[in-house]
């Protein structure tokens, strides 16, 4: 049996993998199959995000009687309204490329995703990646094209949005680097 500090990690990860799977599957069985706006899915997904966050950090601070200046100031506001915009765009860009082409195909072009954080890294804080590091974004370039470049579904606006995906990604999370 492995110790508590290997398998809780484990259990984690498994359950990521398991609930990311499942939001892709149904993602795409409503949109497809249930021809439903992705505009319609993404606000509704949105909308319950928004509404749990909120009671998970307004809540405790009704709990204990913090005056409301102290629960949410200017800056925390104008914050998450940047990264939520941002995940909004994210989740809408995702939706609409999973409506247009299959989801193997927006998985495999969203798998550039290191090339973006590379970039993203060296443009906000700076930070110049090793030589290994870069010379390891070839085989994942090449085996982006070579997945892409034969696939039946293809379709110019499931592309752009998967791609776009990637590029809206990495300003919040280049902003919790600095």
């Given at each position: 049996?492995?110790?508590?500090?290997?398998?809780?990690?484990?259990?984690?990860?498994?359950?990521?993998?398991?609930?990311?799977?499942?939001?892709?599957?149904?993602?795409?069985?409503?949109?497809?199959?249930?021809?439903?706006?992705?505009?319609?899915?993404?606000?509704?997904q949105m909308l319950i995000t928004t509404v749990v966050g909120l009671v998970q950090i307004g809540l405790p601070?009704?709990?204990?009687?913090?005056?409301?200046?102290?629960?949410?100031?200017?800056?925390?506001?104008?914050?998450?309204?940047?990264?939520?915009?941002?995940?909004?765009?994210?989740?809408?860009?995702?939706?609409?490329?999973?409506k247009a082409v299959a989801a193997s195909f927006v998985e495999t072009v969203k798998s550039s995703a290191p090339?973006?954080?590379?970039?993203?890294?060296?443009?906000?804080?700076?930070?110049?990646?090793?030589?290994?590091?870069?010379?390891?974004?070839?085989?994942?370039?090449?085996?982006?094209?070579?997945?892409?470049?034969?696939?039946?579904?293809?379709?110019?606006?499931?592309?752009?949005?998967?791609?776009?995906?990637?590029?809206?990604?990495?300003?919040?999370?280049?902003?919790?680097?600095?």
């Amino acid at each position: 049996m492995p110790p508590k500090k290997v398998l809780w990690p484990l259990v984690f990860g498994v359950l990521w993998y398991f609930f990311s799977f499942t939001t892709l599957f149904l993602n795409k069985f409503i949109l497809s199959h249930r021809n439903l706006d992705p505009r319609l899915l993404a606000v509704s997904q949105m909308l319950i995000t928004t509404v749990v966050g909120l009671v998970q950090i307004g809540l405790p601070a009704l709990l204990v009687g913090a005056q409301a200046s102290q629960r949410f100031s200017a800056k925390f506001v104008r914050n998450m309204a940047f990264v939520g915009f941002m995940r909004f765009t994210t989740v809408l860009l995702g939706l609409v490329s999973l409506k247009a082409v299959a989801a193997s195909f927006v998985e495999t072009v969203k798998s550039s995703a290191p090339l973006f954080t590379v970039a993203a890294s060296w443009l906000m804080i700076g930070e110049k990646t090793g030589l290994l590091v870069n010379l390891s974004l070839i085989p994942i370039m090449t085996g982006l094209a070579l997945c892409s470049a034969n696939e039946l579904s293809f379709n110019l606006i499931g592309f752009l949005a998967a791609f776009s995906n990637n590029i809206v990604d990495w300003p919040p999370c280049g902003s919790s680097w600095k």
